[in-house]
Every structure is written in structure tokens, then in C-alpha cells.
């Protein structure tokens, strides 16, 4: 299995940047298509981003489309979302997740097996 540890959420104003970052330890990282999920309060997760195994591929909700970079260093175990031109409807809390089917990129929550904890972004108008 791996662990997963988010961090670089914060509070940002309308139109700044923030960038995530997910630390996996655990199995082998690159083994895994890795994603970004976020929930805002009320509101059910919803996929954000994913990435290939390799980092070949990528994929995005409309809504970020431009915005947001994902990206993972296997080397380090790391996986990245760079946020840029936030908007207040980006406020949620942030998740990364594994998904150890070898499937393919995905965007169902429940596709993802490995969770980490969350880290809040909150984007003030």
C-alpha cells in the first residue's frame, strides 16, 4: 500500500497561486495514477486533476483547465498541483489519492483505493 501526506494548502486571495504537494511512502509510487480530489464544505468530492503513472498523460475538470498543473517527480515520490488565477469557488479541501488499478487515468472517487488526509485551501474575494 502507500501513504499519502498533503501540504501547501492556505489562505490566498482571488487570483494568487498556491502549490500542493503529496508525499507517498509505501509501495512503489510510480505503480500508482495518481490524482488531486477536493471537497468544499456541503458539497460531495469531486475529481480536479489525475496523472499517468509515468506523467505522461494528464487530465483536468473543466473548471481548472488552464489554472492547475499536475505533475509527480517518481524519483521522490511526490505528486504536485500547481494553482494559479484561484478563484473563491476554488475553496475546498484539497485530497491526493492513488488509484493501483492500472487501468488508466480516472475521475471517479471511488476508482481510488489510497487517500491521504486533506489540506484546506481557502481563496478570500
Known amino acids: 500500500q502507500v501513504h499519502l501526506v498533503e501540504s501547501g494548502g492556505g489562505l490566498v486571495q482571488a487570483g494568487g497561486s498556491l502549490e500542493l504537494s503529496c508525499a507517498g511512502s509505501?509501495?512503489?509510487?510510480?505503480?500508482?495514477?495518481m490524482g488531486w480530489f477536493r471537497q468544499a464544505p456541503g458539497k460531495a468530492r469531486e475529481f480536479v486533476a489525475a496523472i499517468s503513472r509515468s506523467g505522461g498523460t494528464t487530465d483536468y475538470t473543466t473548471s481548472v483547465k488552464g489554472r492547475f498543473t499536475i505533475s509527480r517527480d517518481n524519483s521522490e515520490n511526490t505528486l504536485s498541483l500547481q494553482m494559479n488565477s484561484l478563484q473563491p469557488a476554488d475553496t475546498a479541501v484539497y485530497f491526493c489519492a492513488a488509484d493501483r488499478s492500472g487501468l488508466g487515468i480516472r475521475r471517479r472517487t471511488y476508482e481510488y483505493y489510497f487517500w491521504g488526509q486533506g489540506t484546506q485551501v481557502t481563496v478570500s474575494s
Open positions: 509505501g509501495r512503489a509510487f510510480s505503480n500508482y495514477t
